[in-house]
Protein backbone atom coordinates (compact mmCIF):
# COMPACT_ATOMS: atom_id res chain seq x y z
CA UNK A 1 0.00 0.00 0.00
CA UNK A 2 1.01 3.37 -1.09
CA UNK A 3 0.63 6.24 1.85
CA UNK A 4 -0.42 10.28 0.44
CA UNK A 5 -0.89 11.51 3.74
CA UNK A 6 2.13 13.36 4.63
CA UNK A 7 3.60 14.30 1.22
CA UNK A 8 3.37 18.46 1.27
CA UNK A 9 5.28 21.30 -0.48
CA UNK A 10 6.60 23.86 2.26
CA UNK A 11 8.72 26.55 0.97
CA UNK A 12 9.29 25.46 -2.34
CA UNK A 13 10.40 22.19 -0.61
CA UNK A 14 8.30 18.73 -1.36
CA UNK A 15 7.99 17.00 1.97
CA UNK A 16 7.80 13.16 2.34
CA UNK A 17 7.60 12.09 5.58
CA UNK A 18 11.12 12.65 6.86
CA UNK A 19 12.20 12.92 3.73
CA UNK A 20 12.47 16.22 1.91
CA UNK A 21 13.61 17.09 -1.69
CA UNK A 22 15.28 20.66 -3.22
CA UNK A 23 14.94 20.96 -7.12
CA UNK A 24 17.84 23.15 -7.38
CA UNK A 25 18.22 25.30 -10.89
CA UNK A 26 21.86 25.12 -11.92
CA UNK A 27 24.34 25.50 -14.62
CA UNK A 28 24.33 23.36 -17.78
CA UNK A 29 27.44 21.52 -18.26
CA UNK A 30 29.19 21.09 -21.13
CA UNK A 31 28.61 17.37 -22.91
CA UNK A 32 32.39 16.63 -23.62
CA UNK A 33 34.88 16.27 -21.05
CA UNK A 34 34.47 15.35 -16.87
CA UNK A 35 33.02 18.30 -15.04
CA UNK A 36 32.93 19.07 -11.32
CA UNK A 37 29.10 19.79 -9.58
CA UNK A 38 27.81 22.99 -10.37
CA UNK A 39 26.25 24.95 -7.75
CA UNK A 40 22.47 25.63 -6.87
CA UNK A 41 20.95 28.78 -8.17
CA UNK A 42 17.77 28.55 -5.86
CA UNK A 43 14.57 26.12 -6.05
CA UNK A 44 12.41 25.92 -8.73
CA UNK A 45 8.78 27.17 -7.28
CA UNK A 46 6.49 24.16 -6.96
CA UNK A 47 2.74 23.99 -7.16
CA UNK A 48 0.09 21.26 -6.42
CA UNK A 49 -1.62 20.28 -9.10
CA UNK A 50 -4.88 19.72 -7.67
CA UNK A 51 -5.17 23.58 -7.39
CA UNK A 52 -5.30 24.63 -11.09
CA UNK A 53 -8.60 22.21 -12.11
CA UNK A 54 -9.82 24.98 -14.53
CA UNK A 55 -6.51 24.77 -16.24
CA UNK A 56 -3.86 22.08 -15.89
CA UNK A 57 -4.03 18.95 -18.32
CA UNK A 58 -6.94 16.46 -17.27
CA UNK A 59 -4.07 13.69 -17.78
CA UNK A 60 -2.24 15.85 -14.53
CA UNK A 61 -5.04 16.40 -12.74
CA UNK A 62 -5.75 12.65 -12.38
CA UNK A 63 -1.71 11.95 -11.79
CA UNK A 64 -2.10 14.32 -9.06
CA UNK A 65 1.06 15.69 -7.60
CA UNK A 66 3.25 19.05 -7.94
CA UNK A 67 4.55 20.76 -11.21
CA UNK A 68 7.28 23.34 -11.66
CA UNK A 69 8.67 25.36 -14.70
CA UNK A 70 11.72 24.51 -16.62
CA UNK A 71 13.14 25.97 -19.48
CA UNK A 72 14.00 23.58 -22.78
CA UNK A 73 17.58 22.38 -21.98
CA UNK A 74 17.39 23.76 -18.77
CA UNK A 75 19.46 21.56 -16.00
CA UNK A 76 18.11 20.95 -12.80
CA UNK A 77 19.85 18.77 -9.44
CA UNK A 78 17.77 17.02 -6.67
CA UNK A 79 18.69 18.08 -3.13
CA UNK A 80 17.86 15.46 -0.30
CA UNK A 81 17.58 15.56 3.24
CA UNK A 82 16.52 13.21 6.07
CA UNK A 83 15.88 13.30 9.65
CA UNK A 84 16.06 9.36 9.54
CA UNK A 85 17.75 6.78 7.25
CA UNK A 86 15.31 6.04 4.32
CA UNK A 87 15.14 4.96 0.91
CA UNK A 88 14.24 7.54 -2.08
CA UNK A 89 12.88 6.03 -5.45
CA UNK A 90 13.72 8.60 -8.84
CA UNK A 91 12.03 8.03 -11.72
CA UNK A 92 12.78 9.85 -15.13
CA UNK A 93 9.72 9.23 -17.10
CA UNK A 94 9.30 5.94 -14.77
CA UNK A 95 12.43 5.06 -15.85
CA UNK A 96 14.59 4.33 -12.51
CA UNK A 97 17.46 7.09 -12.67
CA UNK A 98 19.74 4.65 -10.52
CA UNK A 99 19.39 0.98 -12.41
CA UNK A 100 17.56 2.04 -15.96
CA UNK A 101 14.99 -0.40 -15.18
CA UNK A 102 11.30 0.23 -15.35
CA UNK A 103 9.60 1.94 -12.41
CA UNK A 104 8.16 -0.44 -9.70
CA UNK A 105 6.65 0.84 -6.53
CA UNK A 106 8.83 -1.34 -4.50
CA UNK A 107 12.12 -1.40 -3.43
CA UNK A 108 14.85 -3.72 -5.30
CA UNK A 109 18.54 -4.49 -4.04
CA UNK A 110 20.55 -5.99 -7.50
CA UNK A 111 20.11 -3.72 -8.88
CA UNK A 112 19.45 -1.56 -6.49
CA UNK A 113 16.82 0.65 -7.84
CA UNK A 114 17.08 3.74 -4.64
CA UNK A 115 19.30 5.64 -3.15
CA UNK A 116 19.77 5.62 0.24
CA UNK A 117 19.75 8.48 2.51
CA UNK A 118 21.05 10.89 4.29
CA UNK A 119 23.91 9.11 2.51
CA UNK A 120 23.67 10.47 -0.49
CA UNK A 121 23.07 14.29 -0.43
CA UNK A 122 21.78 15.06 -3.84
CA UNK A 123 21.60 13.27 -7.31
CA UNK A 124 22.37 15.33 -10.30
CA UNK A 125 21.44 13.33 -13.07
CA UNK A 126 21.02 9.81 -14.30
CA UNK A 127 23.58 6.80 -12.99
CA UNK A 128 25.76 6.40 -16.18
CA UNK A 129 29.14 5.61 -15.29
CA UNK A 130 31.85 4.40 -12.79
CA UNK A 131 32.22 7.73 -10.68
CA UNK A 132 29.84 9.90 -12.40
CA UNK A 133 26.69 10.60 -13.79
CA UNK A 134 25.00 12.60 -16.74
CA UNK A 135 23.27 15.77 -16.12
CA UNK A 136 19.43 16.33 -15.90
CA UNK A 137 18.60 18.30 -18.78
CA UNK A 138 15.03 19.71 -19.58
CA UNK A 139 13.91 18.87 -23.13
CA UNK A 140 10.63 18.49 -25.17
CA UNK A 141 8.29 15.04 -25.10
CA UNK A 142 8.27 13.94 -28.32
CA UNK A 143 12.14 15.30 -29.31
CA UNK A 144 12.96 11.99 -28.88
CA UNK A 145 15.63 13.04 -26.74
CA UNK A 146 14.23 11.94 -23.26
CA UNK A 147 15.99 9.37 -21.21
CA UNK A 148 12.10 7.83 -21.37
CA UNK A 149 12.07 7.89 -25.19
CA UNK A 150 15.56 6.06 -25.68
CA UNK A 151 15.39 3.67 -22.86
CA UNK A 152 11.27 2.64 -23.63
CA UNK A 153 11.08 3.69 -27.11
CA UNK A 154 7.95 5.87 -25.92
CA UNK A 155 7.33 9.07 -24.61
CA UNK A 156 4.38 8.96 -22.47
CA UNK A 157 4.53 9.74 -18.43
CA UNK A 158 7.54 12.20 -18.84
CA UNK A 159 8.38 14.27 -15.45
CA UNK A 160 10.09 13.39 -11.81
CA UNK A 161 9.11 10.37 -9.77
CA UNK A 162 9.50 10.01 -6.18
CA UNK A 163 8.64 7.23 -3.67
CA UNK A 164 9.90 7.50 -0.27
CA UNK A 165 10.34 4.56 2.02
CA UNK A 166 11.20 4.88 5.85
CA UNK A 167 12.92 2.20 7.93
CA UNK A 168 10.52 -0.10 10.45
CA UNK A 169 9.73 0.39 13.98
CA UNK A 170 12.27 -2.13 14.92
CA UNK A 171 15.04 -0.52 12.57
CA UNK A 172 14.49 2.52 13.41
CA UNK A 173 14.18 2.09 17.44
CA UNK A 174 17.44 0.54 17.16
CA UNK A 175 19.15 3.28 14.70
CA UNK A 176 17.91 6.11 17.43
CA UNK A 177 19.48 3.72 20.01
CA UNK A 178 22.95 4.36 18.67
CA UNK A 179 22.49 7.88 16.81
CA UNK A 180 22.52 11.11 18.11
CA UNK A 181 19.27 12.36 16.62
CA UNK A 182 18.99 15.64 15.35
CA UNK A 183 17.05 18.56 15.78
CA UNK A 184 14.35 19.45 13.62
CA UNK A 185 12.62 22.97 13.07
CA UNK A 186 9.40 23.83 12.36
CA UNK A 187 9.20 22.55 8.99
CA UNK A 188 9.60 19.35 9.94
CA UNK A 189 12.61 18.87 8.76
CA UNK A 190 16.41 18.45 9.66
CA UNK A 191 17.70 22.12 10.84
CA UNK A 192 20.66 22.73 8.16
CA UNK A 193 21.02 24.57 5.85
CA UNK A 194 -5.87 25.43 -19.82
CA UNK A 195 -2.59 24.36 -20.91
CA UNK A 196 -0.65 24.97 -24.42
CA UNK A 197 -0.89 21.24 -26.05
CA UNK A 198 1.86 18.98 -26.39
CA UNK A 199 4.26 21.49 -23.92
CA UNK A 200 4.92 19.07 -21.35
CA UNK A 201 8.63 18.23 -20.48
CA UNK A 202 11.08 15.00 -19.66
CA UNK A 203 14.48 15.10 -18.97
CA UNK A 204 17.38 14.13 -21.03
CA UNK A 205 20.99 13.16 -20.60
CA UNK A 206 23.30 16.41 -20.75
CA UNK A 207 27.56 16.38 -20.12
CA UNK A 208 29.22 13.98 -17.49
CA UNK A 209 30.00 15.05 -13.90
CA UNK A 210 32.03 13.55 -11.07
CA UNK A 211 29.39 11.89 -9.20
CA UNK A 212 28.68 8.79 -6.93
CA UNK A 213 25.36 6.83 -6.25
CA UNK A 214 26.00 4.99 -2.77
CA UNK A 215 25.63 1.41 -2.44
CA UNK A 216 22.95 1.10 0.64
CA UNK A 217 24.42 -1.75 3.05
CA UNK A 218 21.27 -2.12 4.91
CA UNK A 219 18.89 -4.97 3.73
CA UNK A 220 15.89 -4.34 2.35
CA UNK A 221 13.97 -6.23 5.57
CA UNK A 222 14.88 -2.68 7.79
CA UNK A 223 12.09 -0.47 5.05
CA UNK A 224 8.55 -0.66 5.73
CA UNK A 225 7.13 -0.96 2.10
CA UNK A 226 3.39 -0.98 3.23
CA UNK A 227 3.87 2.98 4.51
CA UNK A 228 5.66 4.46 1.48
CA UNK A 229 4.98 8.24 0.05
CA UNK A 230 4.59 8.75 -3.45
CA UNK A 231 4.55 12.08 -5.82
CA UNK A 232 4.68 12.60 -9.40
CA UNK A 233 6.50 15.96 -10.39
CA UNK A 234 5.31 17.37 -13.75
CA UNK A 235 7.56 19.92 -15.58
CA UNK A 236 6.11 22.55 -17.39
CA UNK A 237 7.49 24.33 -20.67
CA UNK A 238 7.42 28.43 -19.65
CA UNK A 239 4.82 29.04 -21.76
CA UNK A 240 2.53 25.90 -19.92
CA UNK A 241 3.50 27.47 -16.76
CA UNK A 242 2.23 30.70 -17.24
CA UNK A 243 -0.84 29.06 -19.48
CA UNK A 244 -1.80 26.91 -16.07
CA UNK A 245 -0.68 29.19 -13.31
CA UNK A 246 -0.73 32.76 -13.80
CA UNK A 247 2.27 32.91 -13.08
CA UNK A 248 5.52 34.57 -14.87
CA UNK A 249 8.32 31.60 -14.30
CA UNK A 250 11.78 32.80 -13.24
CA UNK A 251 14.32 34.06 -15.39
CA UNK A 252 16.84 32.01 -17.16
CA UNK A 253 19.76 30.96 -15.10
CA UNK A 254 23.47 32.65 -15.88
CA UNK A 255 25.06 30.40 -18.45
CA UNK A 256 28.08 28.63 -17.59
CA UNK A 257 30.78 31.00 -19.21
CA UNK A 258 30.19 33.83 -17.43
CA UNK A 259 29.95 31.93 -13.95
CA UNK A 260 33.18 30.68 -14.68
CA UNK A 261 34.44 33.91 -15.79
CA UNK A 262 33.67 35.40 -12.47
CA UNK A 263 35.50 32.95 -10.22
CA UNK A 264 32.55 31.30 -8.29
CA UNK A 265 32.62 27.94 -6.88
CA UNK A 266 31.63 24.66 -8.15
CA UNK A 267 31.70 21.70 -5.82
CA UNK A 268 33.82 18.11 -5.47
CA UNK A 269 31.86 15.80 -2.88
CA UNK A 270 33.54 12.31 -1.77
CA UNK A 271 32.38 9.94 0.95
CA UNK A 272 35.31 7.81 1.79
CA UNK A 273 33.52 5.21 4.02
CA UNK A 274 30.86 4.27 1.00
CA UNK A 275 30.67 2.67 -2.17
CA UNK A 276 29.75 3.64 -5.45
CA UNK A 277 26.92 1.57 -7.37
CA UNK A 278 28.21 0.13 -10.74
CA UNK A 279 26.58 2.32 -13.32
CA UNK A 280 23.73 0.81 -15.50
CA UNK A 281 24.12 -0.67 -18.29
CA UNK A 282 20.57 0.64 -19.83
CA UNK A 283 21.39 4.23 -19.23
CA UNK A 284 25.14 4.19 -19.91
CA UNK A 285 24.10 4.03 -23.77
CA UNK A 286 21.63 7.07 -23.54
CA UNK A 287 22.88 9.46 -25.51
CA UNK A 288 22.75 13.03 -24.58
CA UNK A 289 20.73 15.65 -25.64
CA UNK A 290 23.58 17.92 -27.85
CA UNK A 291 23.72 14.15 -29.41
CA UNK A 292 19.67 13.59 -30.40
CA UNK A 293 18.88 17.10 -31.31
CA UNK A 294 22.48 17.63 -33.83
CA UNK A 295 23.22 20.94 -31.85
CA UNK A 296 26.85 21.57 -31.93
CA UNK A 297 28.80 23.59 -28.73
CA UNK A 298 31.36 26.22 -28.48
CA UNK A 299 34.40 25.76 -26.60
CA UNK A 300 34.26 26.62 -23.10
CA UNK A 301 36.35 28.24 -20.49
CA UNK A 302 37.96 25.39 -18.24
CA UNK A 303 36.87 25.27 -14.49
CA UNK A 304 39.97 26.47 -12.27
CA UNK A 305 40.33 23.80 -9.94
CA UNK A 306 41.01 26.57 -7.15
CA UNK A 307 37.30 27.20 -7.11
CA UNK A 308 36.05 23.47 -6.93
CA UNK A 309 34.90 23.06 -2.80
CA UNK A 310 35.55 20.01 -1.49
CA UNK A 311 32.91 18.61 0.48
CA UNK A 312 32.77 16.22 2.68
CA UNK A 313 31.91 13.88 5.08
CA UNK A 314 -1.89 16.35 5.80
CA UNK A 315 -3.74 19.79 5.66
CA UNK A 316 -4.14 22.50 2.29
CA UNK A 317 -0.14 21.81 1.74
CA UNK A 318 -1.01 17.83 1.33
CA UNK A 319 0.01 16.76 -2.03
CA UNK A 320 -2.86 14.58 -4.17
CA UNK A 321 -1.70 11.30 -5.55
CA UNK A 322 -3.13 9.68 -8.55
CA UNK A 323 -2.99 7.08 -11.16
CA UNK A 324 -0.14 7.16 -12.88
Known sequence: MTSTAHVEIVGDRLILG???????????????????????????????????????????????????????????????????????????????????????????GDPQNYVAL????????INAGDGFIRQF?????????????????????????????GLNEEALAAWRAVEEV?????????????????????????????????????????????????????????????AITGEVPPPSPVDRDAYVEAGLPWFDYYDADASDLAPSDVLSKVKSVGHMLGVHEKPFVPVDSKTVIALGGVGADSVTDGAW
Open 18 to 108: SVSVDFQRTLRIPETGLHPLPPGLGRFPLRRVADYPDTAPAEWLNRGGVMLPIYQREAMWLSFHSAEPAALQVGVGKVCAVSGLPWIDHLV
Open 118 to 125: PDQPWLDG
Open 137 to 165: VAVPMGSGATVEGQVTGQETHGGVQLRAV
Open 182 to 242: PEVCEEGMVACMAAPAGADMGLGAGGRMRQEVYADDRPLTDYDQSCALRVFVHLCSAAQWT
